[in-house]
């Protein structure tokens, strides 16, 4: 939801309390197994999914991270 609503992975790893090291990490593994090849790309495949677009409007802190979109 970070990432959607525009933070850059910086301020991710300050919001999440982990490091830049570790959100670029976790990036480029969403963006392999996506093949999303830039963000806006890559947020445009999560506010396709009905449970991301769904719980948009929730703080990050709310929203249940065990939601699957369940599309390939």
Known sequence: MLLASGDKP?????AL???A???????????EKTGAD???TLVGILF???????????PVAEV???DRCGTE
């Open 17 to 19: 309390g982990v490091s």
């Open 21 to 31: 090291t570790t959100v670029a990490f976790h990036l480029r593994n969403i963006f």
């Open 48 to 58: 396709a999914c009905p449970a991301i677009s769904e719980a948009s409007s929730l």
């Open 38 to 40: 830039r963000q806006a």
């Open 10 to 14: 910086a301020a991710i790893a300050t």
């Open 64 to 66: 249940n991270r065990t």
